[in-house]
Nanobody
Framework: QVQLVESGGGLVQAGNSLTLSCAVS????????LAWFRQAAGNEREFVAT????????AYADSVKGRFTISKVRAGSTGTLQMNNLNPDDTAVYYC????????????????????WGQGIQVTVSS
Protein backbone atom coordinates (compact mmCIF):
# COMPACT_ATOMS: atom_id res chain seq x y z
CA GLN A 1 0.00 0.00 0.00
CA VAL A 2 1.41 3.36 -1.02
CA GLN A 3 1.58 5.99 1.67
CA LEU A 4 2.68 9.62 1.46
CA VAL A 5 3.92 11.78 4.32
CA GLU A 6 4.54 15.51 4.06
CA SER A 7 7.06 17.40 6.18
CA GLY A 8 8.70 20.81 6.37
CA GLY A 9 5.69 22.99 7.00
CA GLY A 10 5.43 25.69 9.62
CA LEU A 11 5.21 29.41 10.22
CA VAL A 12 7.26 31.79 8.10
CA GLN A 13 7.30 35.52 7.47
CA ALA A 14 6.28 36.96 4.15
CA GLY A 15 9.12 37.11 1.68
CA ASN A 16 10.89 34.11 3.11
CA SER A 17 11.23 30.56 1.81
CA LEU A 18 10.14 27.10 2.88
CA THR A 19 10.72 23.64 1.45
CA LEU A 20 8.12 20.92 1.73
CA SER A 21 9.04 17.27 1.36
CA CYS A 22 6.89 14.30 0.42
CA ALA A 23 8.11 10.84 1.37
CA VAL A 24 6.55 7.83 -0.33
CA SER A 25 6.53 4.30 1.09
CA UNK A 26 5.33 1.17 -0.63
CA UNK A 27 6.81 2.43 -3.88
CA UNK A 28 9.15 4.99 -5.39
CA UNK A 29 8.81 7.97 -7.68
CA UNK A 30 10.53 6.13 -10.53
CA UNK A 31 7.16 5.38 -12.11
CA UNK A 32 4.96 7.94 -10.41
CA UNK A 33 4.05 11.51 -10.97
CA LEU A 34 4.01 13.88 -8.00
CA ALA A 35 1.64 16.74 -7.41
CA TRP A 36 1.07 19.32 -4.70
CA PHE A 37 -2.30 20.78 -3.84
CA ARG A 38 -3.31 23.18 -1.11
CA GLN A 39 -6.44 24.07 0.76
CA ALA A 40 -6.93 27.34 2.56
CA ALA A 41 -9.57 27.66 5.25
CA GLY A 42 -13.02 27.88 3.70
CA ASN A 43 -11.73 27.15 0.20
CA GLU A 44 -11.63 24.13 -2.04
CA ARG A 45 -8.44 22.18 -2.51
CA GLU A 46 -6.54 23.70 -5.41
CA PHE A 47 -3.73 22.59 -7.67
CA VAL A 48 -0.26 23.99 -6.98
CA ALA A 49 2.30 22.04 -9.03
CA THR A 50 3.02 18.71 -10.65
CA UNK A 51 5.92 16.81 -12.17
CA UNK A 52 5.42 13.90 -14.54
CA UNK A 53 6.54 10.33 -14.09
CA UNK A 54 9.63 10.82 -16.23
CA UNK A 55 10.55 13.93 -14.29
CA UNK A 56 10.80 16.01 -17.45
CA UNK A 57 7.57 17.98 -17.49
CA UNK A 58 6.25 20.30 -14.82
CA ALA A 59 3.21 22.52 -14.46
CA TYR A 60 2.34 25.25 -11.96
CA ALA A 61 -0.65 27.23 -10.90
CA ASP A 62 -0.41 30.80 -12.14
CA SER A 63 -0.39 32.06 -8.56
CA VAL A 64 2.89 30.26 -7.75
CA LYS A 65 4.65 30.29 -11.11
CA GLY A 66 8.14 31.70 -10.81
CA ARG A 67 8.15 31.33 -7.00
CA PHE A 68 7.65 27.59 -6.43
CA THR A 69 9.69 24.71 -7.82
CA ILE A 70 8.64 21.06 -7.75
CA SER A 71 11.14 18.23 -7.99
CA LYS A 72 11.52 14.55 -7.28
CA VAL A 73 14.28 12.01 -7.21
CA ARG A 74 13.07 9.72 -9.93
CA ALA A 75 14.51 6.54 -8.51
CA GLY A 76 14.00 7.67 -4.98
CA SER A 77 11.24 8.07 -2.50
CA THR A 78 11.24 11.82 -1.88
CA GLY A 79 9.79 14.76 -3.68
CA THR A 80 10.00 18.44 -2.75
CA LEU A 81 8.26 21.73 -3.24
CA GLN A 82 10.59 24.69 -2.90
CA MET A 83 8.57 27.79 -2.06
CA ASN A 84 10.21 31.20 -2.36
CA ASN A 85 8.96 34.71 -1.76
CA LEU A 86 6.00 33.46 0.23
CA ASN A 87 3.04 35.73 0.91
CA PRO A 88 0.02 35.44 3.22
CA ASP A 89 -2.12 34.14 0.33
CA ASP A 90 0.06 31.00 0.35
CA THR A 91 -1.24 30.09 3.81
CA ALA A 92 -2.94 26.71 3.54
CA VAL A 93 -2.71 23.01 4.27
CA TYR A 94 -0.47 21.51 1.60
CA TYR A 95 -1.01 17.99 0.29
CA CYS A 96 1.20 15.83 -1.89
CA UNK A 97 -0.41 13.30 -4.19
CA UNK A 98 0.72 10.67 -6.64
CA UNK A 99 -0.40 8.24 -9.31
CA UNK A 100 1.24 5.62 -11.51
CA UNK A 101 -1.10 6.40 -14.36
CA UNK A 102 0.23 8.20 -17.38
CA UNK A 103 -1.72 11.43 -17.37
CA UNK A 104 -2.47 13.62 -20.37
CA UNK A 105 -1.58 17.22 -19.69
CA UNK A 106 -5.21 18.33 -19.71
CA UNK A 107 -5.81 16.48 -16.42
CA UNK A 108 -2.57 17.24 -14.60
CA UNK A 109 -4.32 19.86 -12.47
CA UNK A 110 -7.30 17.73 -11.52
CA UNK A 111 -7.60 16.28 -8.03
CA UNK A 112 -9.32 13.23 -9.47
CA UNK A 113 -6.17 12.28 -11.38
CA UNK A 114 -4.28 11.28 -8.24
CA UNK A 115 -5.22 8.24 -6.19
CA UNK A 116 -2.84 8.49 -3.26
CA TRP A 117 -2.68 11.46 -0.92
CA GLY A 118 -0.75 12.54 2.11
CA GLN A 119 -2.42 13.75 5.28
CA GLY A 120 -1.45 17.37 4.67
CA ILE A 121 0.80 19.85 6.41
CA GLN A 122 0.13 23.40 7.52
CA VAL A 123 2.00 26.33 6.02
CA THR A 124 1.32 29.72 7.56
CA VAL A 125 2.78 32.92 6.15
CA SER A 126 2.62 35.99 8.37
CA SER A 127 2.63 39.52 7.00
Amino acid sequence: QVQLVESGGGLVQAGNSLTLSCAVSGGTFSDRSLAWFRQAAGNEREFVATITRNGINTAYADSVKGRFTISKVRAGSTGTLQMNNLNPDDTAVYYCATTRAGLPSRVWKSRDSYNYWGQGIQVTVSS
